[in-house]
């Protein structure tokens, strides 16, 4: 059984903590009941209901020192989730995902991960839960640091290729946490979300995000404080 608790992680390297952040924690609070531990180097950071959790961040790996100039800082993480969840078990939660209902339905299994595109193989670890000492996660970690620095940034974040012929690992229909397409963000209805646990916003892509249930989702992170 995985463990009720939400794990994100925020790595500072000087830029300020985003607002969005903030709220997207206080939905995933509200909307699941679940614990939330952010796991951060930042001391400055206060959100009311989530335990703030202090580490220091391993950014060296396979001999290649991070440059916080060249490399992006995203890699980082990558390896930092498949940590936590080995060691403590739970929800990895990215902080551009924002938690609509509790995942109940999925804790049951040892290990999940969502398809953002089924069809062509990928899954995105912007959502892993997993019991902890699972050894899908040790597999996972492992091999992001023997090919590290990844070449391309999204290249270590999809474990379909790893994890494929694991009978311990379920990979779960792309409308649970990845109902829409990050091509088409700019119009996002009720209906895409109507059945989904949660919603990627690919922030990383930095496109226009729009659309019916954004409207309604802005309108309520600017009520939650």
Known sequence: MIPEVLHFVWLDLGSPFPEKYKKSLLIATRNTRMKV?????????QVPGVEIRLRTFETDF???KFDKEKDYIANITEITRLEILYNEGGVYSDLDVYW??????????SCFIGYDNKAYKILCNAVIG???????????????V?????????????????WKDRTDVVMVDKFEFFPVRWTKMNNVTMKHVEKSTALHLYDSFKLPV?????TLLNNYLNSVT
Do not use: C, M
């Open 146 to 162: 023997s090919v590290w620095p990844p070449k391309k940034y999204w290249g270590i974040a999809n474990p379909y290729k790893l």
């Open 100 to 109: 609509l209902k509790h995942p109940w339905h999925l804790l049951h299994h």
């Open 130 to 144: 997993a019991e902890a000492g699972h050894q899908a996660l040790k597999q996972y970690r492992d091999w992001i």
């Open 37 to 45: 531990v952010l796991h951060t180097n930042d001391e400055k950071i």
């Open 210 to 214: 729009g659309g019916e249930f954004i």
């Open 62 to 64: 396979n001999n290649h």
